[in-house]
């Protein structure tokens, strides 16, 4: 959806701006441009879980378990 968005945008300004002067195309355009900018507004901010600052020789493992409906480890095949 985001890349119709895109290109409506692109193309609605190219051809209300410069290629005819369209009203039409203009709107659109500026419809599309603000959908995109609202959709990117209201995206919610990650939440930083843990933060340290790594010292030359240090390493991080990052691990992910699934579960199942009740909440056990469930081990991939």
């Not at 985001?2 to 051809?15: N, V």
């Not at 369209?22 to 900018?37: I, K, P």
């Not at 959709?39 to 790594?54: A, D, F, H, K």
């Not at 020789?57 to 699934?66: A, K, P, S, V, W």
Request: charged share 30%; hydrophobic share 40%; aromatic share 6%.
């Amino acid at each position: 959806m985001s890349d119709a968005l895109e290109r409506l945008q692109r193309i609605g300004l190219d051809r209300g701006l410069w290629h005819g002067a369209s009203r039409v195309w203009l709107v659109v355009g500026t419809v599309a441009w603000l959908v995109r900018t609202a959709r990117r507004i209201s995206r919610p901010v990650p939440e930083v879980v843990y933060r340290q600052v790594l010292a030359p020789g240090d390493r991080i493992q990052i691990e992910h378990t699934d579960l199942d409906r009740t909440g056990k480890p469930v081990r991939r095949r």
